[in-house]
T-cell receptor, first 116, second 110 residues
């Protein structure tokens, strides 16, 4: 089954304790992206990656890092989490535009992070 | 980044009623998409629109890509309880970059 898999689904941590949220897709998609969802703000892009070893900042990159060492995986790293990073996080992937017009994003089921 | 203004923020309707929501932007997008999110899940694509003026249906859902490429609407006809969820509009740029509206939370009363 084609899917985007995030882990963990739920995470409670304390300020300053480094954490990683994993994201993996099995659709051979080049494009991957991380979003955070907050009430009243919709989905805001944190980082995205057009392909392996290519990453770029989105709208709200502060406090986050990513890596794209292989096509299927795109982990989100919080080196020193703070309470304002408490949010619902989504990973998404898609083929690159130009291969097909049908390249909307496929989303994972989300990771709810609480930083105390 | 480009901002999308989605309205209304929430809707409370009776089963069987029609629903309409829309998104506007000050920027031009190449593609407009509508997603639905149910509790505990990620957004799922409902309709994708690729040409200005395009009108597309998916069952009881109808969406249009505005002529100016700066707006889109989604209509749901004859709503049912399983239509409950948060609906997001999204505008996509050439590099796959995507911007989302803040969402419309739909509640359907049986």
């Amino acid at each position: 089954e084609a899917q985007v898999t995030q882990n963990p689904r739920y995470l409670i941590t304390v300020t300053g304790k480094k954490l990683t949220v994993t994201c993996s897709q099995n659709m051979n998609h080049e494009y991957m992206s991380w979003y955070r969802q907050d009430p009243g703000l919709g989905l805001r892009q944190i980082y995205y990656s057009m392909n392996v070893e290519v990453t770029d900042k989105g709208d709200v990159p502060e406090g986050y890092k990513v890596s794209r060492k292989e096509k299927r995986n795109f982990p989100l790293i919080l080196e020193s989490p703070s309470p304002n990073q408490t949010s619902l996080y989504f990973c998404a992937s898609s083929p690159p535009r130009g291969v097909s017009y049908n390249s909307p994003l496929h989303f994972g089921n989300g990771t709810r992070l609480t930083v105390t | 980044g480009q901002q999308l203004n989605q309205s209304p923020q929430s809707m409370f309707i009776q089963e069987g009623e029609d629903v309409s929501m829309n998104c506007t932007s000050s920027s031009i997008f190449n593609t407009w998409l509508w997603y639905k999110q149910e509790p505990g899940e990620g957004p799922v694509l409902l309709i994708a629109l690729y040409k200005a003026g395009e009108l597309t249906s998916n069952g009881r859902l109808t969406a249009q890509f505005g002529i100016t490429r700066k707006d889109s609407f989604l209509n749901i006809s004859a709503s049912i309880p399983s239509d409950v969820g948060i609906y997001f509009c999204a505008g996509q740029l050439r590099n796959n970059d995507m911007r989302f509206g803040a969402g419309t939370r739909l509640t359907v009363k049986p």
